[in-house]
């Protein structure tokens, strides 16, 4: 749909999806190598299937505003049940790990002064479950995480030195609300896969760009 009220144009899109996968990669437990390190190797599985509905939308008004969102909710889904520990007390799963079931993002463009210009960007990450093997912790557990909203902002002002000679100075935060996995591993038994969420903490950052 293509809706436009006065001199702001918008378009929206609403679509469904459905993925169905062969012999889909699986990671599954084989043994312990000679220094003690637990092995994992990427084996083929059943199948699984992906489907969903996505949402996404955009807003502008000439130069002034630019606003533009997305939203997806899906499930990820093995044909059947598989193992991802070889605890024989835990039992297999059906939801594919580290993939979350909501997940979104917006980005926000003002232009009130001219060359001057505000940004605002936000990704949202529903919870996951998370494989978190034993060595840290006494043992494997399927952890569901929790969900992140990491919002970034930048502004920025462009000199004009010349015509065809722009000289930019911009300042900004990334992840405001320092929304970042909170509970790593430590020590050298720690689980160097358990990572997941947004791959930076709270970050200020500045630049200089130049364009002609």
Do not use: C, W
């Given at each position: 749909m293509y809706p436009s009220i006065g001199d702001m144009q918008s378009n929206?899109?609403?679509?469904?999806?459905?993925?169905?996968?062969?012999?889909?990669?699986?990671?599954?437990?084989?043994?312990?190598?000679?220094?003690?390190?637990?092995i994992v190797e990427r084996r083929n599985g059943s199948g699984a299937d992906v489907y969903g509905v996505n949402f996404e939308g955009k807003i502008a008004t000439s130069s002034l505003l630019d606003f533009q969102f997305g939203f997806t909710i899906q499930k990820s889904l093995y044909t059947e049940p598989q193992r991802w520990s070889d605890d024989p007390t835990l039992p297999p799963t059906k939801q594919m790990p580290r993939t979350p079931d909501n997940y979104g993002y917006f980005t926000f463009n003002l232009n009130l002064i001219s060359d001057f210009?505000?940004?605002?960007?936000?990704?949202?990450?529903?919870?996951?479950?998370?494989?978190?093997?034993?060595?840290?912790?006494?043992n494997d557990v399927l952890k569901e995480?929790?969900?992140?909203?990491?919002?970034?902002?930048?502004?920025?002002?462009?000199?004009?030195?010349?015509?065809?000679?722009?000289?930019?100075?911009?300042?900004?935060?990334q992840n405001m609300f320092n929304s970042y996995q909170?509970?790593?591993?430590?020590?050298?038994?720690?689980?160097?896969?358990?990572?997941?969420?947004?791959?930076?903490?709270?970050?200020?950052?500045?630049?200089?760009?130049?364009?002609?």
């Open positions: 929206i899109l609403i679509e469904t999806f459905y993925t169905n996968l062969n012999d889909v990669f699986v990671l599954e437990e084989s043994g312990i190598d000679n220094q003690g390190n637990k210009d505000i940004s605002l960007s936000g990704v949202y990450t529903g919870s996951m479950y998370v494989p978190h093997y034993a060595g840290y912790i006494p995480s929790e969900e992140f909203f990491e919002l970034n902002s930048k502004v920025a002002y462009t000199f004009f030195l010349s015509n065809n000679f722009g000289l930019q100075i911009n300042a900004g935060i909170k509970d790593f591993d430590k020590s050298i038994f720690r689980d160097a896969g358990y990572m997941y969420g947004p791959s930076r903490p709270r970050t200020l950052f500045f630049g200089i760009k130049i364009s002609s």
